[in-house]
């Protein structure tokens, strides 16, 4: 056992944190994660080359990580850093290409920018539940539904579309060409889409996906609660500075045992979440993945939420600003809670693993 | 980044079991089990056993006769030690007097005093608080006026754990008066049956007796017995604090009080159906064996930069504010899950008269007030947070 990065992976999580830090400050985020397309098409090709994509898909795939802790080095970054930019996309299409034993070469260089639908209004996270079809039309099919929340669904190239075949969940490409794709901005930042699909011609890539599909969400909430526990750290040094520079009743508000207490109890929560995104990036390849990364993402909403909800009220009205980058990290941190699974979802999964 | 065990690792895990199933006797077992208070023959007992295997000092390197154990093992070795329902190891010699007298005893002082703790022959006990000293320690009045070759002691120490099956008590005393409090501090060792010192029992909230107050009138204490130097006793309090709270997650308990919590809710029907298919008990066992679950790589990761950096730092007071609570709240879900049948007093029931017999309903709701004690002990979680504040943020 030990808990130390590898030097490779420490290198990496440097070098991203380097480029966000100089690259992507929270001014240009900004300036990029509230305007359509919600990102930056530039600074995406330059993480791409930095080698983002590779990180997130195995050597045997072609290309030089893939493993939990690559996963959660590659999203801690992006969380510190506040980053729109869609890689949970293309690590969710890399697990499912993986699965298919599909060509990567093009997600890998970063040249092909794909999109995952899995979720639809009726069905956010209980993909059993879909009513998107798919019906065979001569070699290729047809799909006939709308997914929803798809994240960095304008302006991606290809969409991997979750879609009933028979009963069976399936996963079929979809050029974006093809589809009516509909982008809006989030209020976190970054950028999803409803994708309408309307004998929307598509190409099968993997039949009886529902293994797959488990991995591919497994792979997503572990990105998501490693993004969150970047993000926290970020929101919790500007906190503690805070504490230190901000005087009223003529001393710093950081000598305020009350405030000191609410802080340290978010260092505990905080330490809390990095533990179990551990545990959760150990188990990926594991026969427990689902339950464990089902309880991380619970305690990382949790813990999340609390982080957010107190930073902002111990920063006080500077919060409420849109300039102080904490507002941001702020809704972030509350609003990828809804994403692949909310902390009542995953409560619930790891309650149904009491039934057996 | 490596969460699996090693095969050493498992060979051990393999070691520990086969040791508990033929070395830990069923008496012992089902005491623990029982949830009961244990009596001072039974612990004893169980740290001859562990002595004779050379397991007794699980904290101690190597050179001073412990097993020089890593993070993980002794990690093992605890929820191992739970799983099987063995006694706690009485940590006031083993954990927390030990690694005080290896880094601040000087060379007699670890001759004489370590071989008593690893042979289990002598039962230490901590006078630390006092009525006026709690939370604020540094206040203590517990007097030791030299008198030639001796210390006289004269004071109150209060909180004593399992003082009355000790034969020997270390003590905060004030030594120099006209100064800040924590410079006045020395940290002395005292044979209980020196003349002056009285032992009384404290009833505590269920009943039980595991605490005592400890009286020193005129009691006349060799000057040899002090350890460290004359009112570097702050220092020391504070570095054995910090030992106290490495093992104070308490994750080998939790990991087994889950187990209980989950058997009982599987037992008891509620509604028509076993209370473990009730939506919202269930929900909360599943938040809090999420938090458990969180906790033991905290706790390994504390234990792991321990090793690395020689001595645990004071990060390890989030594993006593977060393990404590993961603790009471799972000794909360157990007397839930029990319904009106916690409600017995401990010993009120002794045979299936009730919906659940012993040793189900024995002892929930007695362990739970019990436990309350807590987060108020070593330092209420409070004062870890004050302690936190100091050098995690520098506020």
């Known amino acids: ?356 | 980044m490596d969460l699996s065990y090693s095969p050493e690792e498992r060979a051990f895990e393999e070691e520990v079991r086969d040791f508990l199933k033929t070395s830990l006797p069923d008496h012992i077992a089902d005491a623990v089990r029982s949830g009961g208070e244990l009596t001072g023959e039974i612990m004893q007992e169980w740290h001859r056993i562990l002595s004779a295997k050379g397991w007794l000092a699980i904290t101690w390197p190597k050179e001073y006769g412990g097993p020089g154990w890593t993070p993980v093992q002794r990690h093992i070795f605890e929820v191992e030690c739970n799983r099987f329902h063995a006694p706690r190891i009485v940590p006031f010699g083993l954990a927390m007097l030990g690694p005080v007298i290896q880094m601040f005893g000087n060379e007699r002082q670890k001759k004489e005093v370590l071989p008593g703790i690893l042979s289990a022959e002598d039962w230490w006990c901590q006078g630390y608080s006092e009525p006026g000293a709690g939370s604020d320690l540094a206040s203590l009045k517990t007097r030791a006026d030299r008198d030639g070759d001796h210390y006289v002691i004269n004071g109150q120490k209060t909180w004593t754990t399992l003082g009355q099956f000790a034969n020997k008590i270390f003590c905060l005393v004030r030594t120099k008066f006209d100064c800040k409090p924590q410079e006045g501090i020395s940290f002395v060792l005292v044979d209980l049956d020196t003349p002056g010192i009285e032992m009384r029992p404290i009833r505590l909230i269920e009943g039980g007796y595991e605490v005592n107050e400890v009286f020193f009138t005129d009691v006349r204490v060799p000057v040899e017995n002090l350890v460290g130097e004359e009112n570097q006793g702050w220092t020391i309090a504070k570095f054995l604090l910090t030992h106290e709270r490495t093992n104070i997650a308490g994750v080998g308990i939790s990991m087994q009080a889950l187990e209980e919590v989950k058997a009982l809710a599987r037992k008891t029907r509620r509604n028509g159906r076993p209370l473990i298919e009730d939506p919202l008990f269930a929900a909360r066992i599943a938040q809090v064996e999420i938090d458990l679950e969180a906790m033991k790589i905290t706790n390994l990761r504390m234990l792991y930069q321990a090793q690395k950096q020689g001595h645990p730092g004071p990060e390890t007071s989030i594993l006593k504010i977060k393990g404590t609570v993961i603790n009471q709240e799972l000794r909360d879900l157990a007397r839930r899950a029990l319904g009106p049948s916690a409600a017995p007093f401990p010993g009120a029931v002794t045979d299936g008269n009730l919906a659940l017999s012993p040793p189900d309903t024995a002892n929930n709701a007695a362990r739970y007030f019990n436990n309350r004690k807590t987060s108020i002990f070593g330092g209420s979680n409070e004062i870890q947070r004050n302690i936190l504040t100091k050098t995690m943020l520098e506020l």
């Open chain 1, 1 to 356: 056992m030990n808990f130390d990065l590898t030097e490779d992976r420490q290198m990496l999580a440097d070098t991203l944190n380097r480029y966000l830090a100089d690259q992507y400050g929270i001014e240009a985020r900004n300036a990029s994660a509230y305007e359509a397309p919600f990102h930056d098409p530039t600074k995406w090709a330059e993480m791409s080359e930095l080698g983002i994509a590779g990180a997130l898909v195995p050597e045997e795939q072609g290309g030089f990580g893939g493993t939990g802790f690559d996963i959660t080095v590659v999203f801690e970054a992006l969380g510190k850093g506040l980053c729109p930019e869609p890689f949970l996309g293309t690590l969710m299409a890399a697990r499912l290409l993986g699965a298919a034993g599909a060509d990567m070469d093009a997600l890998v260089s970063g040249e092909t920018r794909y999109a995952v639908g899995l979720g639809e209004i009726d069905a956010a996270y209980d993909f059993e539940n879909i009513a998107t079809t798919a019906t065979a039309s001569g070699e290729a099919h047809v799909l006939n539904g709308r997914k929803s929340a798809v994240y960095g669904g304008q302006g991606a190239d290809v969409i991997l579309v979750l879609a009933k075949l028979g009963d069976a969940p399936a996963i079929f490409s979809v050029a974006a060409t093809e589809a009516n794709i509909v982008g809006y901005g989030m209020i976190d930042g970054g950028g999803a889409a409803e994708v309408l699909l309307e004998d929307t011609p598509a190409t099968l890539l993997l039949q009886d996906a529902g293994g797959a599909v488990q991995d591919a969400v497994n792979a997503g909430r572990l990105a998501l609660c490693a993004e969150a526990v970047g993000a926290m750290g970020a929101t919790y040094e500007a906190l503690v500075d805070y504490l230190k520079t901000r005087k009223q009743f003529g001393r710093p508000i950081g000598t305020f045992q009350v405030l000191q207490h609410r802080t340290v109890d978010l260092l505990t929560e905080i330490e809390q979440a990095r533990s179990i995104t551990i545990s959760a990036a150990a188990s990926l390849e594991d026969a427990d993945a689902t339950l464990k990364i089902a309880m991380a993402k619970n305690l990382i909403g949790r813990a999340a939420r609390l982080v957010a909800e107190e930073a902002i009220q111990m920063h006080g009205g500077i919060a409420m600003t849109w300039e102080y980058s904490v507002s941001h990290y702020g809704k972030r941190l509350v609003m990828l809670d809804a994403q692949l699974g909310d902390t009542d979802q995953c409560l619930s999964e790891v309650m149904q693993s009491y039934a057996a």
